[in-house]
Structures are given as C-alpha cells and as structure tokens.
C-alpha cells in the first residue's frame, strides 16, 4: 500500500463481520487522527439509548411466531440499532494508540431521525412486516453488497443517470452534507498538516472511515472523494467476499 496523508476508508454500513479487517488497515496506516462519518449528536444519543432500544428489540423477538424469530432481518435490526461498527473500531484503536478519533458528521439527520426509532422501527407491526419476506443468509447478503460497491466504484461513469446507485446526491440536502464533510476533513487534515508537516517527507497520516458510497469518482454528482481529490487521498474499500479479499486499494 502506498504511503499517503490522507486516506478514505469506505465500508458496507451494519457489517460488523468486518470490524477486524477495519482496525487492521488502520494499524498498517499508523494514523496521527481518525475522523468517521457519525455525529457528536448521534454518538451521544446512542449511548443513552441503545441499551433499552436492544431490550425492546429482543422483547418484540420473543413475542413472534417461532419461525420469525431467526429472520435475518431482524439480525440487522439489531445492528441498526447498536453504536455503528466503525465508531467503535476507530474508538477503539485511538485509545490503543493515544490519538484523536473525531465524529465530524453535521448531526442534522440523526436529529431528525434518531427520537422516531422507537416508534417507528419498535413495534411488532414493524417486525412482522420485515419478517414477512423470505428469509435470507447474512453472509451472502453481505457480499452480495461488496461485490455491488466493487462494481460501482469501477464503472460509475458507466451507470445510467436514471438509476445511477448516487442519485442521492442529486439532491441539494445530500448535496450540501457532502460539502460539509469535505470542508472538515479538509481544515483537520490542513491543522495536522502544520503541526507534523514541515519535514515534506514526513508522513502525518489522516483516516477517514465512512461509507463506501463517498469514495466513488466519475459519477454525475460529487462525493466526498471527488471534493478531496486535490489532496490525493488513497481509497480503500473494504471487502469480506468469498474469495478471500479484504480490501481494494482504487
């Protein structure tokens, strides 16, 4: 892998199975900060809520029908609800190493969306209707989105507009959000710059851990990767597939 300043390390969202091959590319890294795509708001409220929100969960499980009661649904439920796994890896390695790891996310949407879980996703209205379609296996599930991201992150200027995966980002919300990560990873990354850098050989290494949708380049509307991209930041998407890879290097 090369040596680079900035690196933006993309994941599936809910994978926990791929805590591990997270911490282990941060630790060849040997970073000098971590910043994640999560909030200070939405850190904050997990914590204070997580722990009744999973009780509630496995209540409403018990209430089900026997054969609902193993839907792999209701498993990534369980990881929906949780702290994220990346927040927990990065949180992790910077207490190993004595570095800052910063939740750089605006908060607006965990505002928005965090106080309705409990009624919204809590109830066994809910979990009868996401165990209502047919079962599936996890692991498949989740390779089945790596090999997606593997697909988009090589032919994004490829994909119709009409249903490119990033048709979200057509929206000004998205859009804005967008700009709003770049511009804190950017004065970060520009602050340890200054305080490591005036040796140019020297390497102050600064990960980024988000979604593997913001390391996409060439599609119709900008990510996170693109705003960067005058920093050359090193992209790595993990991967958990069958054939054994762990990550692609972009």
């Not at 997580?50 to 018990?62: C, G, S, T």
């Not at 609902?68 to 990346?86: A, D, G, N, T, V």
């Not at 950017?186 to 340890?192: L, P, Q």
Request: hydrophobic letters at 35%.
């Amino acid at each position: 892998m090369k040596r680079s300043n900035l690196y933006l390390i993309g994941t599936v969202h809910l994978d926990v199975g791929a805590r591990e091959i997270l911490y282990n590319i941060i630790e060849s890294i040997i970073p000098k900060i971590i910043t994640t795509e999560i909030s200070t708001f939405s850190v904050r409220y997990r914590t204070s809520h997580q722990e009744k929100w999973l009780q509630h969960l496995w209540n409403l499980i018990d209430s089900l029908p026997k054969e609902r009661k193993i839907h792999s649904r209701l498993k990534l439920l369980e990881y929906q609800l949780s702290m994220p796994f990346e927040w927990k890896t990065t949180q992790r390695y910077s207490k190993v190493n004595n570095i800052s790891c910063v939740a750089i996310d605006s908060g607006d949407l965990a505002r928005k969306e965090l106080p309705l879980w409990e009624r919204n996703i809590l109830s066994r209205r809910n979990l009868l209707r996401v165990t209502n379609e047919p079962d599936f296996d996890l692991d498949t599930y989740f390779e089945d989105c790596y090999l997606q991201a593997e697909t988009i992150l090589n032919t994004a200027d490829k994909i119709p507009k009409s249903i490119h995966p990033l048709l979200w980002l057509s929206d000004s919300y998205w859009e804005k959000r967008e700009e709003i990560l770049a511009d804190r990873i950017r004065k970060i990354y520009r602050k340890y710059l200054q305080k490591f850098g005036s040796n140019p050989q020297t390497k102050i290494p600064l990960v980024h851990v988000c979604g593997w949708m913001h390391l996409v380049t060439r599609s119709p509307w900008k990510t996170l990767a693109d705003l960067l991209s005058d920093l050359n930041p090193t992209r790595i998407a993990l991967m958990r597939t069958s054939n054994g890879n762990k990550y692609l290097i972009i």
